[in-house]
């Protein structure tokens, strides 16, 4: 899961900075915009589903050939009703000609890409997530080269969202190949199932709308109330932070199928998966959070444009929430793990509610700064919450013991980018030198953790 994501988020990571590069900031803020409503749309048709399946057929595997044909089939009629939704959106919304139809290409994504999530379903819950890897990895490669090979032909921003349609069936195609040997197909579809499967998924369906509403509604109030061009800016502040996003979906993701196994073998199993998640999240978090603060200028400079750099204090803002997100994807698992997922739904609905009502006087006042301002306080609202309910509902966390190793690494992060702050060298070689820090630091204090390198050494002598 862990390279299926990452590689998404290093493809969309290159091709955000290679738009805002060679076509421009308007044209990354268009893009930015067709990908806002493709993924509310199609979270609408779709992710609902995939959190349900996924749990069901972890506790059930037996009925995966009834999940697989029913839910297919489910899943396109859904699908077909999104796309149709979006349409109609974006004809009654102010936006140009050109902008519009982005958005129609680009929303028709939503078919193939709500279709693969039931195989994806399938192979998370069986853990065969290498094969959602096998599938897309390749694709989202070969992907990136045609789009950027298709941006120096001077092809616009329909091109690229076709690309994107083409891409994401051919995706489809691949992961019903691999599936079809893992499943034995039964070619019926249960109309019983399907009513009760639409009954059972209503709250996951609320709940995955307004988590994608609750973390895109900065982009819809800034396309409403400002220009394409503050919209780049943002998108591109906000991608920094994709790789970190992508790894925390990952292991979260790997983690769920165990973690609902476990909720029948005591609570006491279920801390100790969930703290050593967050635990894991922190480790990443914390020393990112401190770089961007020191490096974010530079690096928004070096990555896109010297435009970008006018986003540098909501780029630190933003990153003061990375304190919050290990806690906040974590928790969520483990309350729909449980039954809890009424709980996820009250906490995006208030938070989409409160983060709305704030974001248009934030972002009125403040444009990309109020768009940053919003985030934190939304992260924090959400960490409140989940504390609250996991603490009130399950049990409570050994924070001392969750936060012990982060802090440390993130202690002699601050010293590093001190120094090399005094220093004042090269920004890359500053780069190259705090990255290899981290990871010394980081191998230190795993070695230490499972017992010394002499444990260490023992034990891989004896794989050997």
């Not at 999940?67 to 979006?86: A, D, E, K, N, R």
């Not at 190949?177 to 009760?196: G, M, P, Y």
């Not at 005591?266 to 967050?278: A, D, F, P, S, V």
């Amino acid at each position: 899961m862990a390279i299926n994501r990452l590689t998404q988020g290093i493809s969309t990571f290159v091709l955000t900075a290679s738009i805002a590069r060679i076509l421009g900031s308007e044209a990354l803020g268009q893009y930015l915009l067709a990908f806002t409503y493709y993924l509310i749309f199609v979270n609408i048709a779709s992710q609902g589903l995939k959190t349900l399946f996924t749990r069901e057929i972890a506790r059930e595997p037996e009925k995966t050939p009834l999940y697989l044909i029913s839910g297919t089939w489910l899943q396109l009629i859904l699908g077909l009703f999104s796309y149709v939704v979006l349409v109609i959106v974006i004809y009654l919304l102010p936006y140009s000609s050109e902008t519009s139809t982005v958005c129609y290409i680009m929303g028709l994504t939503i078919i193939p890409f709500s279709l693969s999530n039931i195989t994806e379903a399938i192979f998370q819950a069986k853990e065969k997530m290498h094969l959602i890897a096998l599938a897309t990895v390749p694709v989202y490669v070969i992907r990136l080269f045609i789009m950027l090979w298709a941006m120096q032909l001077t092809y616009g921003m329909d091109y690229l969202a076709a690309i994107l349609v083409f891409s994401e069936s051919v995706i489809l195609v691949i992961e019903w190949i691999l599936i079809a040997r893992l499943v034995k197909t039964k070619w019926q579809i249960d109309k019983d199932f399907v009513w009760n499967t639409i009954k059972n998924a209503r709250t996951f369906f609320a709940i995955e709308t307004l988590a994608v509403v609750n973390s895109r509604i900065q982009i819809l109030i800034l396309s409403l109330s400002t220009t394409e061009f503050l919209i780049g800016v943002y998108g591109g502040i906000i991608q920094l932070f994709q790789p970190f996003l992508i790894i925390a979906n990952s292991i979260c993701i790997a983690m769920f199928p165990r973690l609902s196994k476990a909720v029948g073998q005591g609570r006491e199993n279920q801390r100790k998966i969930i703290e050593n998640c967050i635990e894991m999240l922190l480790l990443i978090a914390l020393p990112l959070s401190i770089g961007l603060l020191f490096l974010g200028e530079n690096l928004l400079t070096l990555i896109y444009n010297p435009n970008f750099a006018q986003g540098t204090l909501a780029l630190n803002v933003i990153a003061a929430s990375l304190i919050f997100l290990p806690f906040n994807h974590s928790l969520s698992f483990l309350l729909v793990a449980n039954g809890f997922e009424i709980v996820n739904l009250r906490q995006v609905a208030i938070n989409t509610i409160l983060g709305s009502l704030a974001g248009v006087v934030l972002i009125s006042q403040y444009d990309l700064l109020g768009a940053a301002i919003m985030i934190f306080l939304m992260s924090l609202i959400g960490f409140s919450q989940y504390i609250y309910f996991t603490y009130t509902l399950l049990f409570s966390l050994d924070l001392w013991r969750i936060m012990r190793r982060p802090l440390i690494i993130s202690i002699l992060m601050l010293a590093v980018f001190i120094v090399l702050e005094k220093i004042n060298l090269d920004f890359l070689l500053t780069l190259i030198i705090a990255t290899c820090s981290y990871i010394v630091f980081t191998l230190c204090l795993s070695i230490h953790a499972l017992g010394g390198i002499h444990i260490v050494w023992e034990k891989l002598v004896k794989k050997g």
